[in-house]
C-alpha cells in the first residue's frame, strides 16, 4: 500500500512526480503529496484525497516550481486517518521521507525523541522516521539512514531528501518494494515500475538493507556498513501503452478485454509439444508424484483462484488440495512438512501475508511454487520457483485478467499432475491442453456484447444485499463473482454453497432479493436448479449464468445470460467473465469510483 516516487535530472520534476504518482494511484489514494528541493529549502505540498481532488489543485494555489529534484508519494491511511497533516511527505527542515510500510515500533522511537525534545504534529508512524533521521544526521546522509533504519523494526520503503544535497535521493527498504529507474541524465525511484514505463524500462531492483544514494548522472548502492554494492541493470518487458485506458472509460473495463491475450500469453509459452511444461521452473513430474499434499495459500481473488485449483487439481489427479487464507495459514500452525508442495498465488508479488505464508514454507522445507505477475517483486524473488503470469500491468484495484491467468496456470498444473501422477493418460492430457487452448476465443465471445451485463446490473440497482449460488465449481466462481460485486458497487453480497442455504441463509430471501446463479456444471445442474427454485418460490429475482444449450424454465430464473458453452471443467474460465462485468457496470451505474473503490488498495503490504 502506498506508492512512492522521486526524481533527480535535468527537468522541473514536479509534473514528473505527478504524472509518475498517478501511475502509482491504485496503491493508495487517502492522500497524495510531494516534497521538492527549491533554493536551498525543502517545500512541501500534500493534500488529503486523490490526486486531482486535493494535491493537484494545491499545486496549481502554489503557482510554479522550478525544483529538479524531489519525491512524492500516494498514501493508504494506516496509522492516522487521511488527513493533510497525516499525508506525506512528511519532514522537519532538514531531511523529508515519504515512506510505504509500517514501522512497529514507532511508539518507543516517539518517546525518545520527544525526550530529546522534538515536537510530533502528525499521528502517523512515519514521523519517527523523518525525526530519527535528523535526530542522527550529522552532515552524512549514508550514516544517518544507516543508524535510523537498524532502531526501526517493520517494513519501509523510504524515498529521502535532505536539504544539504539538494540534488540527492536517497532510498533504502526492507519488506516493502523500490526500484532505482535509470534514465538519460535523469534518475527515479519508484515503488513499481508503472510508475517509470513513461520515462525508462531500465532499473535496480533495491534488495533489503541496501542504501541507494542517487544523483541525475546515476545511482551509488552500500549496505547498512557503507560497504559498496555492483548492481545489474534489470529492463522491463511491460509496455507504457499497458498502463494506460485506451479508450476504456475505466482500467477495469480495459483489464477485462484484455483477457483473452493474457491467457494466450501466459499458457501459449508453457505447453510444449502438445503437454503442459513447468521446465522453466524446476518442477519435474518426480516431484509431483511425491508430494504428500499440495497447499495452495493466497488471499482474496488471488485465493479463489486457489480454490478452483483445488476442485480440478483433486477432481483430476485424485490428490488431496488443501486451501488456505494467507493471514489464516500463517498463524494456525499447518500441518506442513518438507515433503509438500506449497503453491504461492499474488498478483503484485508483495501481498504481507501471503509473503509471510511463503517464508513459513520456505522455513519448513518445502517446495514452494509461486504464481506472480510482478516480475521482480518480493514473493516472486522469495519463492523456491516462480511461474510468471503475463498478464501485464493490472491497474485496476478489482482484479480481473491477473485472476484470470492465475486460474489459467492452474489448470496446466493440475493437468500436470494429474499426467505425472498418471491418473490421467497423455493423450487426455493433450486434449484437455487443446480444451484450455479454445479459452481466449470463448472470453472474446463473451466480450461481443455487454448488454446483458449491463441489464443484470441495472436489476440489482435497488438492492442492498443479494446471494450468489452455486455448486462444486460454480461455488468457487460464485466467491469471486460476490467479491468483485461488494468491493466496487459496495452492495453487500455472499456467495453460498447452492445446497447449503437451507441450513439458514434461505431465510434471508424476500421479495425482490436479487439472487445470482452460476449454472456451468451439467452433472450438478438438476440440483442447483432446485436451489434456484427454492429461492424463487420465495420471492427472489434470480439471474442466471449458464452455458448456451441449456434450457433453464421460467419458474427457475427471471433473467438469463446466456454464455458459451464447453467442457464443464473449464466453464470458470469462461463463467467468471459475466460475473465482472455485472459487478463492473453496478459500480458504473451507482456512479463509484471502479478503479478506486473506497478504502482498498491494491497491492496489500500491510498485516
Ligand atoms: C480483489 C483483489 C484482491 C487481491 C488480493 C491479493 O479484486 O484484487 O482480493 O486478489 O488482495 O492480492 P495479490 O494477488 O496481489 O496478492
Wanted: with cysteine.
Amino acid at each position: 500500500m502506498c506508492g512512492i516516487v522521486g526524481y533527480t535530472g535535468n527537468k522541473e520534476c514536479r509534473d514528473i512526480l505527478i504524472n509518475s504518482l498517478r501511475k502509482l494511484e491504485y496503491r493508495g489514494y487517502d492522500s497524495a503529496g510531494i516534497a521538492v528541493i527549491e533554493n536551498d529549502r525543502i517545500k512541501t505540498v500534500k493534500a488529503k484525497g486523490k490526486i486531482n481532488d486535493g494535491l493537484v489543485k494545491k499545486l496549481e494555489e502554489e503557482g510554479h516550481l522550478s525544483a529538479v529534484t524531489g519525491i512524492g508519494h500516494t498514501r493508504w491511511a494506516t496509522h492516522g486517518e487521511p488527513s493533510d497533516i497525516n499525508s506525506h511527505p512528511i519532514g522537519n527542515g532538514r531531511v523529508t521521507i515519504v515512506h510505504n510500510g509500517i514501522i512497529e515500533n514507532y511508539r518507543k522511537i516517539k518517546t525518545f525523541l520527544t525526550e530529546k525534545g522534538y515536537v510530533f504534529e502528525s499521528e502517523t508512524d512515519t514521523e519517527s522516521v523523518a525525526k530519527l533521521l535528523d535526530y542522527y544526521y550529522t552532515g552524512n546522509p549514508i550514516e544517518a539512514i544507516s543508524k535510523a533504519v537498524t532502531d526501526i523494526e517493520g517494513a519501509y520503503a523510504l524515498g529521502i531528501i535532505f536539504r544539504d544535497y539538494p540534488d540527492m535521493i536517497y532510498a533504502v527498504r526492507k519488506d516493502s518494494p523500490l526500484i532505482v529507474g535509470i534514465g538519460e541524465g535523469e534518475m527515479f525511484i519508484a515503488s513499481d515500475m508503472t510508475a517509470l514505463l513513461e520515462y525508462t524500462k531500465h532499473y535496480y531492483l533495491l534488495e533489503a538493507g541496501e542504501i541507494a544514494s542517487i544523483s541525475k548522472s546515476g545511482a551509488l548502492f552500500c549496505d547498512l556498513h557503507g560497504n559498496k554494492i555492483k548492481k545489474e541493470v534489470q529492463t522491463a518487458t511491460w509496455d507504457v501503452s499497458e498502463a494506460e485506458k485506451g479508450g476504456f472509460e475505466h482500467f477495469m473495463l480495459k483489464e477485462i478485454h484484455e483477457q483473452p491475450d493474457a491467457v494466450r500469453k501466459t499458457i501459449s509459452p508453457r505447453i510444449k509439444d502438445g503437454l503442459p511444461c513447468f521446465d522453466e521452473c524446476g518442477l519435474t513430474d518426480d516431484m509431483l508424484r511425491n508430494y504428500k499434499h499440495i497447499f495452495i495459500i493466497a488471499c482474496g481473488s488471488a485465493m479463489h483462484a486457489g480454490m478452483v485449483g483445488k476442485y480440478i487439481i483433486e477432481s483430476l489427479a485424485r490428490t488431496p488440495v488443501i486451501v488456505d487464507i494467507a493471514s489464516e495459514f500463517r498463524y494456525r500452525n499447518p500441518l506442513l512438512c518438507d515433503k509438500d508442495l506449497v503453491v504461492i498465488i499474488s498478483q503484485s508479488g508483495e501481498t504481507a501475508d501471503t509473503k509471510a505464508a511463503l517464508e513459513l514454507a520456505n522455513e519448513v522445507g518445502a517446495d514452494t511454487l509461486a504464481f506472480v505477475n510482478v516480475v521482480g517483486s518480493s514473493i516472486a524473488r522469495e519463492a523456491k520457483m516462480v511461474m510468471f503470469t503475463y498478464a501485464g500491468p493490472e491497474i485496476s484495484v478489482a482484479s480481473t485478467k491477473a485472476f484470470m491467468v492465475q486460474n489459467a496456470l492452474m489448470y496446466l498444473l493440475a493437468f500436470r499432475v494429474a499426467y505425472a501422477r498418471e491418473t490421467i493418460d497423455e493423450n487426455e492430457c493433450r486434449r484437455l491442453v487443446s480444451v484450455l487452448e479454445t479459452v481466449p476465443d470463448k472470453i472474446g465471445e463473451c466480450l461481443k456484447d455487454l448488454d446483458p451485463y449491463k441489464k443484470a446490473a441495472s436489476k440489482l440497482m435497488g438492492a442492498d444485499s443479494l446471494l450468489y449460488i452455486g455448486r462444486g465449481l460454480d461455488y468457487a466462481l460464485s466467491m469471486e463473482g460476490s467479491l468483485k460485486l461488494k468491493e466496487i458497487s459496495y452492495i453487500h453480497s455472499e456467495s453460498y454453497a447452492a445446497g447449503e442455504l437451507k441450513h439458514g441463509t434461505i431465510s434471508l430471501i424476500h421479495n425482490g432479493m436479487p439472487v445470482i446463479a452460476v449454472t456451468t456444471q451439467s452433472e450438478l445442474l438438476p440440483k442447483t436448479v432446485s436451489n434456484m427454485r427454492e429461492v424463487k418460490s420465495r420471492g427472489a429475482y434470480v439471474v442466471d449464468v449458464c452455458p448456451d444449450g441449456i434450457k433453464i424454465d421460467s419458474d427457475c430464473a427471471d433473467f438469463i445470460i446466456t454464455i458459451p458453452s464447453a467442457e464443464d471443467l473449464i466453464m470458470p474460465l469462461i463463467a467468471v467473465v459475466p460475473l465482472q462485468l455485472i459487478a463492473y457496470y453496478s459500480a458504473v451505474l451507482r456512479g463509484n469510483d471502479v478503479d478506486k473503490p473506497r478504502n482498498l488498495a491494491k497491492s496489500v503490504t500491510v498485516e
